[in-house]
């Protein structure tokens, strides 16, 4: 699945994936382990670099967990008009299904800071939704 957001003004595009990790799951202590990859792309005519993350992570009981930090995956990474910085990370869940959304925090060439939404996308054991 893929979903994409691009800011208005600085052209920044999101794309995620999604992938249930079976094999670090524990579904008998409803420990669920999904990975996911975010590509993020400049298609804007300015250079930003990403410098901090918001994230919203939500299980079907309705807990959320929000994660804040410098940068992803210990990177803050500069995007030139048309570059690319994709990474992967991982959550785990209590429960087979969830959702993730958030925004990243950027600052442009020029001084500029700006928020870019990550669009909510879906956790989801395999077969579980339709």
């Known amino acids: ?3 994409m957001e691009k800011s208005k003004p600085h052209g920044i595009v999101i794309e995620t994936q999604v992938k249930y990790l079976p094999e670090q799951s524990d579904e008998e202590a409803d420990r669920f382990v999904f990975s996911y990859t ?3 792309t400049n298609l804007g ?4 670099r990403l410098i901090s993350r918001h994230w919203v992570i939500t299980d079907a009981y309705n807990h959320v967990q929000e994660v804040r930090g ?3 995956v210990g990177e803050q990474p500069m995007l030139q008009p048309s570059q690319s910085f994709e990474y992967s990370s991982g959550t785990v869940l209590a429960t087979q299904v969830g959702t993730m ?3 990243y925090q950027m ?3 020029d001084g500029t800071e700006f ?5 909510e996308f879906v956790l989801s054991v395999p077969r579980v939704l339709h």
């Open 115 to 119: 928020d870019v939404e990550i669009p």
């Open 1 to 3: 699945m893929t979903i």
């Open 101 to 103: 959304r958030g925004s």
């Open 107 to 109: 600052v442009a060439e």
């Open 38 to 40: 975010i590509s993020i």
């Open 70 to 72: 410098q940068g992803v």
């Open 45 to 48: 005519s300015i250079a930003a």
